[in-house]
């Protein structure tokens, strides 16, 4: 399958997700597509047996899946990173090996929307929360059409379009980013991708009212089952990274500054951070 053959690359990047990953792969080869897409997994050295699943859908499907093996754990970011630079589709689909997609027109459907919308780089969808017996924990019972421009990501604002919903168009300046610092030193890198991608491009997020994947909740999750202490604490080291590294002005500028006051500083003032918390708000002013 060469570059030009490929609308669409699922990029999945997986550790450990035994329980989950059967489901996830399923749910990629359920799409129904009029275009070619392929399926992309990164396995950061799993050792629960997700390898061995892998390798038996890989088997099933060789002209549709590959398989990237790291030979020894890399951690999240560089996994991420070298499975994206292997992808050769138009445009990249993002699920985490234990997400999966519900709806089996999702990809046609946003490839449709972003073929048609050359205004908008990115196009996502709404998602329900599940634990992880996929026992329902929320969903929005009233999906609407939404719009979320660079500045609204900058504000904080980025409602329905978690990792699993993300379909970008994947040209050269937003392959970049998987080669950058930024990247690497982010916790919350599927925020800093949608940021940095519309404030690269100058184009925007459209989120379709459908809800078509499910994000689930569970102890080995990277992210929702952190300690609400030690996820603040990513989020500052988060929201500094942003604030340092991205352009804004005037009243997007007092938007930041708002937010840290109402999300941040009284958790910067309890850990006595009195220094770090005024050097921030004097970063703002």
């Keep these: 399958m060469t570059k030009k053959d490929v609308m669409v690359s699922v990029c999945c990047t997986t550790y450990n997700h035994k329980p989950f990953i059967s489901q996830t ?9 009029n275009f070619k ?11 629960d047996g997700t390898s061995e699943i ?19 754990n890399v951690g999240a970011h560089q996994n991420m990173s070298n499975t994206v630079k292997t992808c050769k589709g138009k445009y990249i689909a993002l699920c985490d090996g234990d997400d999966y997609w519900t709806d089996p027109f999702k990809l046609q459907k946003q490839v449709d929307f972003l073929e048609q919308n050359p205004e908008y780089i990115i ?4 998602t329900q929360v599940v634990d992880m017996d996929n026992n329902p ?15 609204d990501l900058l504000a904080g604002k980025q409602v329905e379009t978690k990792t699993a919903t993300v379909v970008y168009h994947n ?19 599927d925020k800093l991708i949608k940021l940095y991608t519309t404030f690269i491009s100058g184009r925007k997020i459209y989120v379709m009212p459908e809800v ?28 500094n990274l942003i604030i340092k590294n991205f352009s804004y002005r005037g009243i997007h500028k007092k938007k930041l500054l708002l937010l840290y006051v109402k999300r941040y500083i009284l958790f910067e003032l309890k850990k006595l ?4 918390a005024y050097d921030t708000i004097k970063y703002l002013l």
């Excluded at 897409?37 to 050792?47: A, H, K, P, R, Y």
């Excluded at 892998?54 to 020894?72: D, G, T, W, Y």
């Design 212 to 239: 078509m994947s499910c994000y689930r909740n569970h102890v080995g999750g990277i992210w929702s089952m952190i300690k609400a202490e030690a996820r603040m604490e990513k989020m500052i080291s988060d929201f």
């Design 37 to 47: 897409f392929e399926i992309v997994i990164g396995d950061d050295c799993s050792t």
């Design 171 to 189: 040209i050269p300046e937003v392959q970049q980013f998987f080669k950058q610092p930024l990247f690497f030193k982010s916790y919350a890198a």
């Design 54 to 72: 892998l390798k038996s859908f890989k088997e099933k499907h060789p002209e549709k899946i590959r398989i990237i093996s790291a030979k020894k």
């Design 137 to 151: 924990l929320y969903v929005d019972p009233n999906p609407v059409p939404l719009v979320h421009s660079y500045h």
């Design 273 to 276: 951070r009195f220094r770090k």
């Design 123 to 126: 196009c996502c969808h709404y």
């Design 25 to 33: 792969v399923e749910s990629f080869l359920m799409q129904q597509t």
